[in-house]
């Protein structure tokens, strides 16, 4: 178990992975550099498991990980995790669903992105990521997740208000 403050790398991009990381609190964000600027690929809460895709394939990490606030963070090496899968049948098979469904979380990711217009891309978003209370994201953070600039995410974020879908508070966004 490691602890990481908010704004600390967990790795780099290109870095070859040794370990496998379960997010057990705060936030993660798994981002690259396209063109000077970071776009964020994913955002992890307690749970996620993140980092094993690139060991199984012996590839180097595709994006960053930081601690988006303080973080704790498990982690396992890849030699025990092998070992494991092999002698517990049903945890390799939990861990193929869980590579699935991150799978399928993506393409939903891509489908949001072709959404549309902004608005559109925002409320799927929300939609999917919402739960009764809220999701707590930054409006950069959120930027960065559909590929747009702060100020248009907040644009879009006041019509959507205005409109009576969403309310905003301080790093918190609701479904109304």
Do not use: K
Not at 64 to 72: K, L, N
Request: aromatic residues 6%; positive net charge; glycine residues 10%.
């Amino acid at each position: 178990e490691e602890r990481y403050a908010g704004g600390t790398a967990i790795y780099e991009r290109d870095a070859l992975p040794e370990r496998v990381h379960i997010l057990r609190s705060g936030m993660v964000e798994l981002a690259r550099d396209l063109g000077g600027r970071s776009a964020v690929v994913q955002l992890l809460r307690p749970g996620s498991v993140f980092g094993d895709v690139p060991l199984f394939l012996r590839t180097g990490e595709p994006t960053e990980a930081r601690a988006v606030d303080d973080a704790t963070v498990l982690s396992i090496d890849s030699v025990t995790l092998f070992g494991l899968l092999g002698r517990r049948p049903m945890l390799a098979r939990r861990w193929l669903v869980s590579v699935a469904g991150r799978m399928a979380e993506m393409q939903d990711r891509v489908s949001d992105l072709l959404a549309g217009g902004l608005d559109r891309q925002v409320a799927s978003w929300l939609l999917r990521e919402g739960s009764g209370d809220g999701v707590a994201v930054s409006q950069l953070t959120l930027a960065r997740l559909l590929g747009a600039r702060r100020t248009s995410v907040n644009q879009a974020l006041r019509r959507l208000e205005a409109d009576g879908y969403i309310s905003t508070g301080y790093r918190r966004i609701a479904v109304v």
